[in-house]
């Protein structure tokens, strides 16, 4: 059987910010998804769509973004304040809508989004059903990391030496229900045949799990 999916761009005006993002909509959602893409640099593209077709497969909806503002040209490493903030903003955006506000919520990460679904999911607390972060290159406060309670995923690629330094240690740090996966043979792009694939299963499994 197929599934209807629907598939709207849209631009989240929250207050000071505009966040470009994109929401997949599946018939009979049973949960929702925040996906935070890397960075200002890294804007939406049609190859982002991958993640968000396989979690609506499970009837999982996905509200991808850009947590970086619009041409923001800054390191990986500066504070990560402003991008916690966006995605807050954009999880509260979710909160408010008609079809999807009252189901379950969890986040995604990636690169430098990672950082920040991880340190939202520490100000957020019972708020999410689960949480999974790809490919950290810099590292998150570990203290906040004892305040998560969401079931929390962490993946790297098995060539990403600073992801996985970085997931290693956060993941000591964690208090919540976890689980550490390395994708082995990818790097940081996950661009190796198969390695996204591989993301995907494991970011849809861990979310079907938790989502009720």
Same mark, same amino acid.
């Given at each position: 059987?197929? %599934?209807?999916?629907?598939?709207?761009?849209?631009?989240?005006?929250? @207050?000071?910010?505009?966040?470009?993002?994109?929401?997949?909509?599946?018939?009979?959602?049973?949960?929702?998804?925040v996906l935070a893409?890397?960075?200002?640099? =890294?804007?939406?593209?049609?190859? @982002?769509?991958?993640?968000?077709?396989?979690?609506?497969?499970?009837?999982?909806?996905?509200?991808?973004?850009?947590?970086?503002?619009?041409?923001?040209?800054?390191?990986?490493?500066? @504070?990560?304040? @402003?991008?916690?903030?966006?995605?807050?903003?954009?999880?509260?955006? #979710?909160?408010?809508?008609?079809?999807?506000?009252? %189901?379950?919520?969890? %986040?995604?990460?990636i690169g430098r989004?990672? #950082?920040?679904?991880?340190?939202?999911?520490?100000?957020?607390?019972?708020?999410?059903?689960?949480?999974?972060?790809?490919?950290?290159?810099? =590292?998150?406060?570990?203290?906040?990391?004892?305040?998560?309670?969401?079931?929390?995923?962490?993946?790297?690629?098995?060539?990403?030496?600073?992801?996985? #330094?970085?997931?290693?240690?956060?993941?000591?740090?964690?208090?919540?229900?976890?689980?550490?996966?390395?994708?082995?043979?990818?790097?940081?792009?996950?661009?190796?045949?198969?390695?996204?694939?591989?993301?995907?299963?494991?970011?849809?499994?861990?979310?079907? =799990?938790? #989502?009720?």
């Amino acid at each position: 059987m197929e %599934l209807s999916v629907a598939n709207e761009r849209l631009c989240l005006r929250t @207050g000071v910010d505009e966040l470009e993002a994109r929401l997949w909509l599946p018939c009979e959602p049973v949960g929702v998804v925040v996906l935070a893409g890397e960075n200002g640099r =890294q804007r939406l593209r049609p190859t @982002g769509d991958y993640l968000p077709s396989v979690l609506s497969e499970a009837r999982l909806a996905t509200l991808a973004l850009d947590v970086g503002a619009p041409g923001e040209s800054a390191p990986l490493d500066e @504070g990560n304040e @402003g991008l916690q903030q966006r995605l807050r903003l954009a999880c509260g955006w #979710v909160r408010r809508h008609k079809l999807v506000g009252e %189901l379950p919520l969890g %986040l995604v990460g990636i690169g430098r989004g990672a #950082v920040a679904a991880l340190e939202s999911g520490a100000e957020l607390g019972r708020d999410l059903c689960a949480l999974a972060a790809r490919g950290m290159h810099c =590292q998150p406060a570990l203290a906040g990391m004892a305040r998560i309670s969401a079931p929390t995923l962490l993946i790297a690629g098995g060539l990403d030496d600073a992801a996985v #330094v970085h997931s290693r240690l956060a993941y000591a740090a964690l208090r919540c229900r976890k689980r550490f996966e390395i994708v082995p043979g990818a790097t940081r792009a996950f661009d190796e045949p198969g390695s996204l694939e591989v993301v995907a299963r494991l970011v849809r499994s861990w979310f079907v =799990q938790h #989502v009720h």
